[in-house]
């Protein structure tokens, strides 16, 4: 057997607003080359545990570790010490906080879609990208002073075009991000997350507003991409056709806890989760 990998691991993290635990001790892993999926009820806390991953938020409590390395630690500290309604405060307490910025873990290799699209709206479906693809740019006043810069122009643009074709939107590289229809827009922020090189890709709500072909589309499509890009994908969704049918592994969120991991046929019989998850009907 070969030895597995864990790009992203997750422990004990809390995240606490004010009185509210959105998060509480959660620990999970996802490993090279898996699709692993994170569902749960509305208001779970799915989305707040991307956003502790790409240092939008700085964890109450636990740790994040991208390819074994520390990008969040922390601990409850000043009024929170008190307040802390999650667990295993102590298990943290000395260690110093690690805190890297949203650019910083970009730049590391984690990229990510927005539950609610975020492009550049006044920008066309071109430029959506290649603003992307200027993170990996080397471009600086040593080389502008010799004109190395118009290659490296050039390059990303090319690199920008070869993208929007690889989502399927070459012909709409010129339209207005905001004009293009909602499955499109959803590509697009795909094309724009892969101008980083990502090694991690997180989608939340990959398949929201998108008509049922689109959906089957896009389990395939995030597959491929996976593939091409040697990715490893985490994935929020609420479209359980498409969680079932390509993620290797899933993990259930409910009232922040997680109350169930495990592949999607045992994700599927396990009662806890029929119970507080599957039972309801899908809005
Ligand atoms: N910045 C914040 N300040 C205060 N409360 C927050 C904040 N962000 C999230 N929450 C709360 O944390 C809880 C979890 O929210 P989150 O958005 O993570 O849920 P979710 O599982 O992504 O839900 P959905 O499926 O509806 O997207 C909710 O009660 C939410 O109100
Ligand atoms: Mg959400």
Do not use: W
């Amino acid at each position: 057997m070969s030895e597995v990998k864990n790009v992203l691991r997750l422990e004990n993290i809390t995240m606490q607003f004010g009185g509210v635990v959105a998060i509480n001790n959660l620990s999970l892993q996802v490993n090279e080359g898996e699709i692993v999926a994170l569902i749960g009820p509305n208001g779970a806390g799915k989305t707040t545990a991307f956003n502790c991953v790409t240092g939008v938020y700085e964890p109450t409590n636990g740790a994040v570790y991208f390819h074994g390395k520390p990008i969040a630690v922390n601990h409850p500290q000043g009024k929170m010490v008190r307040q802390y309604a999650g667990e295993l405060a102590n298990k943290y307490r000395e260690t110093r906080p690690v805190v890297y910025s949203p650019d910083r873990i970009t730049a590391m290799g984690i990229a990510r879609t927005f539950q609610n699209i975020r492009l550049f709206k006044s920008q066309t479906a071109f430029e959506n990208v290649l603003i992307a693809t200027h993170l990996r740019r080397s471009s600086n006043l040593f080389t502008a002073a010799f004109r190395l810069n118009l290659r490296e122009e050039r390059r990303m643009r090319e690199k920008a075009m070869s993208l929007l074709e690889t989502v399927g939107l070459a012909e709409e590289a010129d339209e207005l991000a905001t004009s293009l229809p909602y499955g499109k827009q959803r590509r697009l922020e795909i094309a724009r997350a892969l101008a980083t090189d990502p090694t991690l890709l997180l989608l939340d709500e990959p398949a929201a507003g998108m008509n049922p072909q689109e959906t089957d589309e896009l389990g395939e499509f995030i597959v491929d991409i996976k593939n091409r890009f040697n990715l490893t994908v985490f994935m929020i969704e609420h479209h359980m056709n498409l969680v079932m049918d390509i993620s290797d592994r899933i993990y259930v969120l409910d009232f922040g806890r997680q109350i169930a991991e495990g592949t999607p046929q045992e994700i599927q019989q396990n009662p806890v989760v029929i119970a507080a998850y599957l039972g309801v009907e899908e809005e």
